[in-house]
């Protein structure tokens, strides 16, 4: 391989890394954002229920800790995108641009989101994996799905 095939690969791969960050970005701004509407419908809901307010925070810090979960994966599981994703033309499909199965995308944002909480160790081995070895993220490799 000569240094101009290289150059291209890295290249390639550092725009779609910049794709995927930015619409990282903007699906971290709308979630955040959405999120207090969505909460505030949640205790709407938990008031018609008739459920007592004495559980009003526990169940605000279970939806705040699910509500990124709910946003990321049931999206990307559902249609393949998220608004980020759409803004910046990035799809998730299966393995050789199949459709994308509910399940492989809902795990994938999963395992994604593990690898943010136990430390973001799971960023930088996936920012490795796609920079440097022009490869898909560990999440990725193990769902069988691929960013387009």
């Given at each position: ?74 999206l990307t599981g559902l249609i393949g995108r998220t608004p980020g994703r759409f803004i910046c033309r990035l799809r998730v499909t299966g ?33 490795f994996q796609i920079l440097y070895l022009g490869d898909d993220a560990w999440y990725d490799s193990i769902c069988g799905t691929e960013v387009?």
């Amino acid at each position: 391989m000569n240094g101009r095939t290289t150059e291209f690969v890295f290249e390639r791969t550092e725009t779609k890394v910049g794709r995927r960050l930015v619409a990282f970005i903007i699906d971290v701004l709308v979630c955040f954002f959405s999120f207090f509407p969505a909460s505030v419908l949640s205790i709407k809901l938990m008031d018609i229920c008739g459920l007592p307010s004495a559980y009003l925070l526990q169940t605000w810090f279970c939806f705040s800790l699910a509500w990124p979960i709910i946003y990321f994966a049931v999206l990307t599981g559902l249609i393949g995108r998220t608004p980020g994703r759409f803004i910046c033309r990035l799809r998730v499909t299966g393995a050789h641009n199949t459709r994308l199965k509910f399940w492989r995308g809902f795990c994938r944002e999963i395992l994604k989101f593990l690898g943010i909480w136990f430390g973001g160790l799971g960023v930088f081995i996936a920012l490795f994996q796609i920079l440097y070895l022009g490869d898909d993220a560990w999440y990725d490799s193990i769902c069988g799905t691929e960013v387009r």
